[in-house]
């Protein structure tokens, strides 16, 4: 049976990514492999053993691109309120927090923030489908 491990993305400053993802998400560096042209830091918390991979391309200054397939990553938080409002109060600007319902049924209640290279981050309160 095939077990996801990570998730791969590419960052321009490798330190301000660390200290968002240490400050968003509580993810510290759990491994590092650094070679002459590229690094690859491994970031987690104790909540799982999935991991976000950071790549960092030594040398490149231009912004990486998206393209339209890329969408998010997806964390679960108990309370998506409050993780808003502790996230504005350390200095960043999530999106407001929105409700997505069938009819009167909740279906999930979350916002997005981004990182510094612009990936989307949904931060879904624990509910239904997402536990």
Known sequence: MAKIIHTMIRVLDLDKSI???ADVLNLSEAHRLDFPDFALVYLRNDENDFELELTLNKGRAEPYTHGTGYGHIAVVVPDAAAAREA???KGHDPAPVKEFKRGDE?????????DP?????EMLERHGHYQ
Do not use: P
């Open 19 to 21: 200290r968002f993802y």
């Open 87 to 89: 996230l504005v109060a």
């Open 106 to 114: 909740l279906l999930a209640r979350f916002f997005f923030i981004q």
């Open 117 to 121: 290279d612009g990936y989307k981050i």
